[in-house]
């Protein structure tokens, strides 16, 4: 449908999973995408290969969303590379460890929350700044179901998570008058390969309670993503788009 021609969009995290899905989604609608990778070079030059040869722009740009200042770096080279322009974000990067919450550990702690939403505020404070200058954009915070319905041994991440998706709301109501929309995709449990080899019972558990009978995919992300991009959400900001095969629809009593 080509919803993003034009457009240039700088993903995190898009030497993964999701990250990947995303990005190419947007390559496939016509946007011009600037893949962020802290480590996973090799992944990222993969899709932006991927993207090339779909005759579509991309480039590679490392940086550890860890770091505050480089957050801030990464959003200016992406508006550099796209000509001054940057009509969307995805805050997709993020960690996903588990660890006991009696025995979790101050460092642990922060170590989770600084790259799954500290990033998040840094990045789009930067690319709020250019997209101010445009008089618009959009930005998407990839969050998660664990933001309501946390698991075992993630309370790091799903306290992070959560925090995330307030971050967007409120980000909503401040940028919402300078043409600037925030919003979250909250995905369910996605595959990737080796997953079901790894946790075969809790793959048939997801299986048996999404009523679409199935895992996501990441393409799945990538959908939600391009929508909240394009001018088909021109009027939704402040929200978040769960993707879970309506594993969250069923009741738990």
């Not at 034009?6 to 496939?28: C, D, K, N, S, Y």
């Not at 990045?123 to 954009?137: F, K, L, N, S, Y």
Request: proline share 4%; aromatic share 4%; net charge negative.
């Amino acid at each position: 449908m080509r919803l993003l021609e034009g457009h240039v969009a700088l993903v995190t995290g898009a030497g993964g999973g999701i990250g990947r899905g995303i990005a190419l989604r947007f390559a496939e609608e016509g946007a011009a995408v600037a893949l962020h990778c802290r480590t996973a070079f090799e992944a990222a030059s993969e899709v932006a290969s991927r993207i090339l040869g779909l005759g579509g722009r991309a480039v590679v740009l490392r940086a550890d969303l860890a770091d505050e200042d480089a957050c801030r770096r990464l959003v200016q080279e992406a508006a550099e590379w796209g000509a001054g322009r940057l009509s969307a974000l995805v805050n997709n990067a993020g960690v996903q460890p588990t660890q006991a919450l009696p025995g979790m550990t101050a460092g642990e702690w922060r170590a989770v929350v600084d790259t799954n939403l500290s990033s998040v505020f840094a990045c789009t404070q930067a690319a709020a700044e250019v997209m101010r200058q445009q008089g618009e954009g959009s930005v998407t915070h990839i969050a998660s179901i664990e933001a309501g319905h946390p698991a075992v041994d993630h309370a790091h991440y799903a306290a992070s998570k959560a925090a995330v998706v307030a971050h967007a709301r409120a980000a909503a109501l401040e940028y919402g008058p300078h043409g600037i929309r925030i919003n979250t995709v909250s995905p369910g449990l996605i595959d990737r390969e080796g997953l079901a080899r790894a946790w075969p019972e809790g793959v048939r558990r997801w299986e048996r309670a999404a009523p679409l009978g199935r895992l996501g995919r990441p393409q799945d992300v990538g959908d939600a993503c391009v929508f909240l991009a394009s001018p088909l959400a021109s009027w939704i900001t402040g929200q978040d788009l769960v993707v879970d095969g309506g594993v969250s629809a069923r009741p738990t009593w």
